[in-house]
């Protein structure tokens, strides 16, 4: 079956880096996305990566190896608005998203 | 603003009622999606539609119908609400971008809980 893994829970403190790890094992693969959903709100989207390597947008970084499965998202310079879940996507080779259950980073000042 | 509203935002439904989750969008996606989220799960497809006149089965499509007569307009209808359909509902379109990412855009959900 597909699956998508990725820590529950994160506690990290406001100023700091964290990294919120994501692998996945799907059929065939057609690129990995990463969402930010704040509690009680839609998700929105992060970064998108296709290719290996790292993939940087401001205080945000995503990073893909698809021979290992594994994906990272990571935040530098952690400000308390970064509180929300991070989903974790794959889209398969069907082009349908497979979705993790997402990771709720607790950020405490 | 550009985007996606859903209605209603919340709704308390008798079990064995009739329901409609509205959505429409501006953005002139082709491509339409109805998820639901549940606690401890990821996002999971119930309908979609990747043009208008046009509708494809999710992971999850018991219980759920759909209709796409336009671009604009995807509502999704519970024939006769059953406990197990409470959850948050997300609309959701997509268009293919520059680089080919087909990101999704999200309405704000509509949360549903059958009694």
């Known amino acids: 079956g597909q699956n998508i893994d990725q820590p529950t829970e994160m506690t990290a403190t406001e100023g700091a880096i964290v990294q919120i790890n994501c692998t996945y094992q799907?059929?065939?693969?057609?690129?990995l996305f990463w969402y930010q959903q704040h509690a009680g709100e839609a998700p929105t989207f992060l970064s998108y990566?296709?290719l290996d390597g790292l993939e940087e947008k401001g205080r945000f970084s995503s990073f893909l190896s698809r021979s290992k499965g594994y994906s990272y998202l990571l935040l530098k310079e952690l400000q308390m608005k970064d509180s929300a879940s991070y989903l974790c996507?794959?889209?398969?080779?069907?082009?349908?998203?497979?979705w993790g259950a997402g990771t709720k980073l607790i950020i405490k000042p | 603003i550009a985007g996606i509203t859903q209605a209603p935002t919340s709704q308390i439904l008798a079990a064995g009622r009739r329901m409609t989750l509205r959505c429409t969008q501006d953005?002139?996606?082709?491509?339409m999606y109805w998820y639901r989220q549940d606690l401890g799960l990821g996002l999971r497809l119930i309908h979609y539609?990747?043009?208008?006149?046009?509708?494809g089965k999710g992971e999850v499509p018991d219980g759920y119908s759909v209709s796409r007569a336009n671009t604009d307009d995807f509502p999704l209808t519970l024939a006769s609400a059953v406990p197990s359909q409470t959850s948050v509902y997300f609309c959701?379109?997509?268009?293919?971008?520059?680089?080919?990412?087909?990101?999704?855009?999200f309405g704000a959900g509509s949360r549903l809980t059958v009694l």
């Open positions: 799907t059929s065939g693969f057609n690129g």
């Open positions: 996507a794959v889209r398969d080779s069907n082009y349908q998203l497979i």
């Open positions: 959701a379109s997509s268009d293919e971008g520059a680089s080919g990412a087909n990101v999704l855009t």
């Open positions: 953005m002139r996606h082709n491509a």
């Open positions: 539609s990747n043009t208008a006149g046009t509708t």
């Open positions: 990566n296709v």
